[in-house]
């Protein structure tokens, strides 16, 4: 059965760096489009970033550039480097197919980032 597991979240101050890892399985990951989605208090979850199965990316929400996503099709791993982060990064970051239809709209327990001083 389809599994995503996030992991790399934390505390971090304003202009730090995180990375997040995402493993995947359960289905054909390798020829998937991947994508970091986050979802902030109080709003909905949101498709930020995605990357191609030949790993280009495409960017999907403003101020994403700050971003980089990566995938390993050997490991079934997508990486999320996030740098310069802002207080309004906050939210629980989720990776998953794009579209999720692909897993059966499947979502891991996603992983929590707070930028805090």
């Known amino acids: 059965q389809v599994q995503l597991v996030e992991s790399g979240g934390g505390l971090v101050q304003p202009g730090g760096s995180l990375r997040l890892s995402c493993a995947a399985s359960?289905?054909?990951?390798?020829?998937?489009?991947m994508g970091w989605y986050r979802q902030a208090p109080g709003t909905q979850r949101e498709l930020m970033i995605h990357i191609t199965p030949g790993g280009s990316t495409v960017l999907s929400m403003s101020g994403s550039g700050r971003f980089t996503i990566s995938r390993d099709n050997a490991k079934n791993m997508v990486y999320l480097q996030m740098d310069s982060l802002r207080p309004d990064d906050t939210a629980v970051y989720y990776c998953?197919?794009?579209?999720?239809?692909?897993?059966?709209?499947?979502w891991g327990p996603g992983t929590q980032v707070t930028v805090s001083s």
């Open positions: 998953n197919s794009v579209p999720t239809s692909i897993v059966g709209d499947y």
């Open positions: 359960g289905f054909n990951f390798g020829n998937q489009y």
